[in-house]
């Protein structure tokens, strides 16, 4: 079982940048690929970033590759997301999400444990 707590949402204008974390508990963390997903106002829920559970493979949404970053600190249980050159567009909660998997899923239904989410906003 793994808990997940996201911070470092807010308010930026675009072309700005943030740095989402999630905080893991339990000494299983770095058995878990760990997602990073997203969900705008009226629209599904979609899959931004995936890194396997050492950290050797990342994958990345197309309208993310190039601007986003995953990452994590096994030893921290932690995992990140840099955003860089922000668009209007990227304006979502952002969730954080724990998949016992093997492989790097993209899809949310391979995901069985959610953070709460954490907004972020993106001004033109």
């Known amino acids: 079982q793994v808990q997940l707590v996201e911070s470092g949402g807010g308010l930026v204008q675009a072309g700005g940048s943030l740095r989402l974390s999630c905080a893991a508990s339990g000494r299983t963390f770095s058995t878990y690929a760990m997602g990073w997903f997203r969900q705008a106002p009226g629209k599904e829920r979609e899959f931004v970033a995936v890194?396997?559970?050492?950290?050797?493979?990342?994958n990345y949404a197309n309208s993310v590759k190039g601007r986003f970053t995953i990452s994590r600190d096994n030893a921290k249980n932690m995992v990140y997301l840099q955003m860089k050159t922000l668009e209007p567009e990227d304006t979502a909660i952002y969730y954080c999400?724990?998949?016992?998997?093997?492989?790097?899923?993209?899809?949310?239904?391979?995901?069985?444990?959610w953070g709460q989410g954490t907004q972020v906003t993106v001004s033109s």
């Open positions: 890194i396997s559970s050492v950290g050797q493979t990342t």
């Open positions: 999400a724990a998949s016992s998997l093997a492989v790097s899923p993209m899809s949310q239904y391979q995901y069985l444990h």
